[in-house]
């Protein structure tokens, strides 16, 4: 079975501080996908960035960056220079035999 | 841009009742996916589809729970009987397929039902 572990319910950041919101993963598959999606008040899911686990590098996808460690099966989505509409829920997610597996969230508000 | 859409968006009934929820998705992706996500929590898989296909159910789909895709486009979701611990918001996404491997999901802005 597969678990993805989210231990921040909640953060606060200054506007413009980078912040590490973190996530650990568990599975047995060899093969696995990582993704990280936010969620606004208004609710609908935005597809953030993925890692491969056979990716050599971690991703990139603009202000977004993953740290992704391997061994210590973390994925970690690290937001630099944060805004005001970096408020919002943010979800990390691992690919299963069907569906997406969810962690229960980090609720992100960023302070001016 | 025609992302994911779902109708209603909105729905109150009341317990016993059935209701049936629908999802376009994504017109050149070929798996969709229906997610229920409770207050709190982050969404948790019910279901998904390849084509027509129904691959994949969890065992959160209870028998009052059906969902079909007919023509492999869209798809309803059909709840019976309704109890108030279907109060959730229902999430329903889209993927391409590359190699036989799905990568990201692009979700719908969701049914949130209420059952009083």
């Known amino acids: 079975a597969q678990k993805i572990t989210q231990t921040q319910p909640g953060m606060f950041v200054q506007e413009k501080e980078a912040v590490t919101l973190d996530c650990t993963y568990d599975?047995?598959?060899?093969?696995?996908?990582l993704f990280w999606y936010k969620q606004p008040s208004s609710g609908e899911m935005i597809f953030l960035i993925y890692?491969?686990?056979?990716?050599?590098q971690n991703a990139t996808e603009g202000r977004y960056s993953l740290n992704f460690q391997k061994a210590r099966k973390s994925a970690n989505l690290v937001i630099s220079a944060s805004q005001l509409g970096d408020s919002a829920m943010y979800f990390c997610?691992?690919?299963?035999?069907?569906?997406?597996?969810f962690g229960k969230g980090t609720h992100l508000i960023i302070q001016p | 841009d025609t992302g994911v859409s779902q109708n209603p968006r909105h729905k109150i009934t009341k317990r016993g009742q059935n209701v049936t929820f629908r999802c376009d998705p994504i017109?050149?992706?070929?798996?969709l996916y229906w997610y229920r996500q409770t207050l709190g929590q982050g969404p948790e898989f019910l279901t998904y589809?390849?084509?027509?296909?129904?691959?994949?159910k969890s065992r959160l789909l209870s028998d009052r729970f059906s969902a079909e895709r007919p023509k492999g486009s869209f798809s309803t979701l059909e709840i019976q009987r309704t109890e108030q611990g279907d109060s959730a918001m229902y999430l329903c996404?889209?993927?391409?397929?590359?190699?036989?491997?799905?990568?990201?999901?692009?979700f719908g802005p969701g049914t949130r039902l209420t059952v009083t």
């Open positions: 996404a889209s993927s391409p397929t590359s190699g036989g491997e799905s990568y990201e999901q692009y």
């Open positions: 599975t047995s598959d060899q093969s696995y996908g």
């Open positions: 890692q491969g686990s056979y990716d050599e």
């Open positions: 997610a691992m690919r299963g035999i069907g569906g997406l597996t």
């Open positions: 017109s050149e992706h070929n798996r």
């Open positions: 589809f390849q084509n027509e296909a129904q691959l994949e």
